[in-house]
């Protein structure tokens, strides 16, 4: 080989070399990019698991309260009908009392036109024994 030759020969090992390092330098960004992207990815994956747990903590309180606050108003409701159905035998005792009271006036109102008819009668019974 001439002198010529080994320089461009030379060069051009001088030249894969340098093409080389930089694919190197490429290929060791590229692993970096990789290695910051999983760590990331980790902690996404660690802050998914805490909202889901979170979310599952959230979920259990929420259907408690949800439960409780059902079964408050399935027992408000079932006090409400209790109270409806007195109010209802309450009605029905203040009817039959007003209907009592009703009778009984007009009772008191027919004894009363009864006594007025007797004491007529009686006033006139009691003349006619002064006259005699």
């Excluded at 990789?34 to 998914?48: A, C, P, Q």
Aim: proline share 0%; glycine share 6%.
């Amino acid at each position: 080989m001439t002198e010529g030759e080994e320089a461009r020969l030379l060069a051009i090992m001088n030249a894969m070399f340098e093409g080389q390092k930089r694919t190197l330098g490429m290929v060791e960004a590229a692993i970096e990019k990789f290695d910051s992207v999983g760590t990331e990815i980790t902690k996404l994956n660690r802050r998914m698991n805490a909202l889901q747990e979170l979310a599952v903590r959230n979920h259990a309180e929420t259907s408690g309260r949800l439960d409780a606050i059902s079964f408050r108003l399935e027992e408000t409701e079932r006090v409400l009908d209790e109270h409806g159905r007195v109010i209802k035998k309450m009605q029905i005792e203040v009817v039959s009392q007003y209907n009592e009271v009703l009778t009984a006036l007009r009772d008191a109102s027919y004894a009363s036109r009864i006594a007025d008819g007797m004491d007529a009668r009686l006033a006139e019974v009691e003349r006619r024994i002064a006259h005699l």
